[in-house]
Antibody, heavy 120, light 108 residues
């Protein structure tokens, strides 16, 4: 079964770019119908879907982040990545990667999550 | 955006008793609703999808019901490992998924 593992720096300075990677095991990042999703959980806040990249490479970004967010996939490494530009303290959160499909729309499985602090 | 409102924010229940958690949608989501459990320091785990179908490996004491705008997650006999935060999530509008703000289930 698919397992996901996030990686990336835990500390990013304001105005810099946050880069995270999610490694897929037990499955392929190019599996037909799979959508690879990034979700975050800010302190004291709920869960927020940031965007996805599909098995075919199409992307979607939440409108509130569209100007700063990009998601890409490296099928040779079975990884997908997030880049969030011009970060502020408001981007401090636990970032999760997850999987959904066009026929479901729920998220399963999830990575363990990686905490990111934006601070100088 | 579809807003999901969960109630109560905190629910105190004794082990062995029944817990009932609610999720209300600001507009109909049909049966396109999922429930997740999150324990401290862990990622959310899918419990229920399609409003009432248990995910793989989820015990039968967890059940979901509802459709349209009103949904319920019921845990029939609380075990110690069930005390956690529970979130609902709608997947009716692809890809404008949204989550509720969560209900914390604590030991009474």
């Amino acid at each position: 079964q698919v397992q996901l593992q996030e990686s990336g720096p835990g500390l990013v300075k304001p105005s810099q770019t946050l880069s995270l990677t999610c490694t897929v095991s037990g499955g392929s990042s190019s599996t037909d119908g799979h959508y690879w999703v990034w979700i975050r959980q800010r302190p004291g806040k709920g869960l927020e879907c940031l965007g996805y990249i599909s098995y075919s490479g199409s992307t979607y970004y939440h409108p509130s982040l569209e100007s700063r967010l990009s998601i890409s996939v490296d099928t040779s490494k079975n990884q997908f990545s997030l880049k969030l530009r011009s970060v502020t303290a408001a981007d401090t959160a636990i970032y999760y990667c997850s999987l959904t499909t066009i026929t479901t729309g729920w998220f399963d499985p999830w990575g363990q999550g990686t905490p990111v602090i934006v601070s100088s | 955006e579809i807003v999901l409102t969960q109630s109560p924010a905190t629910l105190s229940v004794s082990p062995g008793e029944r817990a009932t958690l609610s999720c209300r949608a600001s507009q109909t989501v049909s049966s396109n609703l999922a429930w997740y459990q999150q324990k401290p320091g862990q990622a959310p785990r899918l419990l229920i999808y399609g409003a009432s179908t248990r995910a793989t490996g989820i015990p039968a004491r967890f059940s979901g019901s509802g459709s349209g705008t009103e949904f319920t997650l019921t845990i029939s006999s609380l075990q110690s490992e069930d005390f956690a935060v529970y979130y609902c999530q709608q997947n009716n509008k692809w890809p404008l998924w949204t989550f509720g703000q969560g209900t914390k289930l604590e030991i009474k």
